[in-house]
């Protein structure tokens, strides 16, 4: 079975910025697409930004030009450089792949979720 574990988060004042990791651990062979989501209190889960394993990138818009997602598939890392941090980015963030291929057993595993690091960006 595979995991994924956030770390990173944290308090830190507006304008300030923050280097969120998650890293998958397990008999893995490859990971698909890597990626970021966040959750506010009272609103749905959304897409910060997604890396394939090829390194193409996609951000949501009003993350574009603060946010920065990179990957060490070497580590089965990914990373969420944030920078001119906001009020608003204020939220759970949450590690996610979408398909992880293992050995012993040999198989996929879909839609993996990480537990969810806190950010928290003060006025």
């Known amino acids: 079975q595979v995991q994924l574990v956030e770390s990173g988060g944290g308090l830190v004042q507006a304008g300030g910025s923050l280097r969120l990791s998650c890293a998958a651990s397990g008999s893995i062979v490859s990971i698909n697409a890597m990626g970021w989501y966040r959750q506010a209190p009272g609103k749905q889960r959304e897409l910060v930004a997604v890396?394939?394993?090829?390194?193409?990138?996609n951000y949501a818009d009003s993350m574009k030009g603060r946010f920065t997602i990179s990957r060490y598939n070497a580590k089965n890392t990914v990373y969420l450089q944030m920078n001119s941090l906001k009020p608003e980015d204020t939220a759970v963030y949450y590690c996610?792949?979408?398909?992880?291929?293992?050995?012993?057993?040999?198989?996929?595993?879909?839609?993996?979720w990480g537990q969810g690091t806190q950010v928290t960006v003060s006025s």
């Open positions: 996610h792949a979408d398909r992880i291929a293992t050995i012993n057993p040999l198989m996929y595993e879909y839609d993996i």
């Open positions: 890396v394939t394993a090829g390194g193409n990138t």
